[in-house]
């Protein structure tokens, strides 16, 4: 078996080839190779010209083909949970985008039909999006999706998405809008590559949460044919082109031993000799947090306060608001519960809040930086917050996003406690991670994000494949920085969990707790596997591979080193 170069696959006549990848998710999958489906023909500029008389009514198409496109993902967001309902709602959002509209009605004015001044209007934003680079480069995806969706219904043409095809299949792409990733039937796409994608972008996000085995950043895969069988490994980031099927055959065997041993996780977290390690769920609504509930999260680490306001013309109430907190608070009654506060702005616009025009979103106003301009949301927020706790009897821990200073954390800690509420900050910036024990002065703990640790940290866009080796979660400097972050905590006897996608990955959240992080939340897929791998380790283990994986150069070194620390094969 030969590791090849991106371009020179040859299944039907070398032999199994294995293109190499950045793992995501683990698990095994094996079978024929699928592909996206129903690609949307673009109507090209003609020059034709839409009579004066005949504008009105173009822009009315273009705005029921839209409304139609956004009530459809709209429904789906509702059927949905966690990050993918909050992605399927974001993109909703950005088939109604008044800038969209806008544009679109600029060049139907002009006498361009409205399909074509939709494909013109995208491409605008795509434009900008992908000039601007970091995390607004995500929205560009998302445009073309919306774009292809609203072409269609203009056009006659099918929806396009994702095939469901009849047998369980691999699917292969170039890349995958997220809302057709949240989509996906596990029962019969059972593995998932990209040749484009990072660990944090959407797309990884909403598969670890479907626990769909994915590897993302993958060279060669547009060579891979449809139809060609392929064994797919989350855990080492391969893909084998028509692997020995014997080999495939143990490989998958082995994965599903696997899995029906973590089916006997029952928690409480801990490792083998007894150090206590919260295992929590990353939930964004009430159906979230009672399916993890019954996969035994501990609690909750990271309640998403998003779905509530993305694809709204207007702010929620803070009655709608307390009801929604309500439901998951009720789920994990006696339980922790972190809320963090509305992380809007750069890749989650809201049509409600007074947002700035920036030429760089991703380090602009978003997360806590939007009560700068709009005090008031954060605080009716909070009153919202308090409202659902006094409801379902409940005490839980608040925190703010893209906290960078300690004057930000003071100011946050005083709003919550003032409800009577437990304040804390996430850690996502490296400004913070450097404070982090003069923010623990004013919270009383801590919650890192690796996901925005990590782009920060590397100045790195967590979409783009050429990059996706610095968005790794173990990179060694974002490693330090959580050690910095997880020592603040242990001498000021405060806690600091970990939230970000970093913590789904059973090997790492072993690192992780070696570096002095005391809990973990991740999605609830995610949640036995984490569980499981502690318990087989002991603490001093975990200590050894988190300073062996200090010590190396790249991330790649890293999961070596830990895993012989770890004995792990």
Sequence with gaps: MTTHAPGTVTPSTGGPVVLPGTPVVPGVAWGPVVRPSGAVVLPGDDGAVVAEEERAGEKERFAAAAGVVADRLTERAGAATGVSAEVLATTAGLARDRGLLSAVEQRIDAGTPAAVATVQAAQQFVDLFAGLGGLMAERVTDVRDVRDRIVAQLTGQGEPGVPSPEQPSVLLAEDLAPADTAGLDPTRITGLATRLGGTTSHTAIIARQLGLPCVVAVGGLDDVPEGATVLLDGERGTVTVDPDPEEARARVAAAEAAAAALAGYRGPGRTRDGLEVRVLANVQDGAGARTAAARHAEGVGLLRTELAFLSRAEEPSVEEQAAGYAEVFEAFHGRRVVVRTLDAGSDKPLAFATM?????????????????????????????????????GAAPWVMAPMVATVAEAADFAARVRARGLTPGVMIEVPSAALIAERLLQHVDFLSIGTNDLSQYTLAADRLSADLADLTDPWQPALLALVQLTAEAGRRTGKPVGVCGEAAADPLLACVLVGLGVTSLSCAASSIAGVGARLAVVDSDACRRAAEAALLTDDPYAARAAARRELGVA
């Design 356 to 392: 700035p025009d920036e030429e760089n979103p991703a380090l602009g106003v978003r997360g806590l930086r939007v009560a700068r301009r709009d005090p008031g949301l954060l605080e009716r927020q909070l009153d919202a917050i308090a409202e659902g706790a006094r409801r379902a």
